[in-house]
């Protein structure tokens, strides 16, 4: 079926309806709105009256229950409950306004990450902020090994700037793994921009199987409570 999700940060175009579009539609506008208050110069007046139509559309959707993935991890059976949750992580999910988002594409046993940060992500001028360069990769790493399944997290993380990253340019992030021992991968990348690479990535990641994950969790959970 064209909506079977084939693993996770997978999500068929068919899979989201209803809610759950409606939240990635919600989410887009928040982005564009998260843009220009980062680059406005308006005015207090203006100003003001975004915050009252802000504090209106937060109070709307306050009282509705909400879940973080901790919340649903237990619940979730197959791929389509995790996808619901896979939509919303930080740098790839649609429904998650903070993310850029960035697209994930399986390159054979390689994978390709391509992404666009805007100016909510700046560091220094005209530039992407190093800490979200840094992410581009783990998340890029993270899929990696998710279609290779060896699901896992990640245990070492090491990245050579080599010039800087542009904002409004479309990024491309090639990864591969170059090692497997047991249950470690030792994985590299090149980030490009306009075909010039400006950071290269290593990585260590460790596999962790499902039940142990949920045993993770479930832990985390009882320690809190």
Not at 190 to 206: R, S
Request: glycine share 8%; net charge negative; aromatic share 6%.
């Amino acid at each position: 079926m064209n909506d079977a999700p084939k693993h996770y940060w997978d999500i068929p175009p068919a899979l989201p309806s209803g809610a759950w579009a409606a939240k990635r539609k919600l989410a887009a506008k928040l982005r564009e709105l998260a843009e220009i208050v980062v680059t406005t110069d308006a005015p207090e007046e203006d100003l003001a009256m975004a915050i009252e139509a802000a504090d209106e559309v937060r109070r709307a959707l306050a009282s509705h229950p909400r879940r973080t993935f901790k919340d649903g991890f237990s619940s979730c059976k197959d791929p389509r409950d995790f996808a619901v949750f896979a939509d919303r992580t930080a740098l790839t999910g649609e429904s998650n306004p903070i993310s850029p988002p960035m697209r994930l594409v399986k390159d054979g046993t390689n994978a390709v990450g391509l992404v666009t940060f805007g100016p909510s992500y700046e560091g220094i001028p005209g530039c992407v902020h190093g800490g979200f360069v840094a992410a581009a990769f783990d998340q890029v790493f993270g899929y990696l090994q998710v279609i290779n399944d060896r699901g896992g997290v990640t245990a070492a993380l090491d990245v050579r700037y080599r010039r800087p990253t542009p904002m409004n340019v479309e990024l491309r992030v090639e990864a591969t793994t170059t090692e497997v021992n047991g249950k470690r991968s030792v994985v590299a990348a090149k980030m490009h921009a306009n075909g010039v690479v400006t950071a290269e990535a290593t990585g260590t990641f460790v596999e962790i199987d499902p039940v142990r994950m949920k045993a993770i969790v479930e832990a985390q959970s009882k320690e809190e409570g």
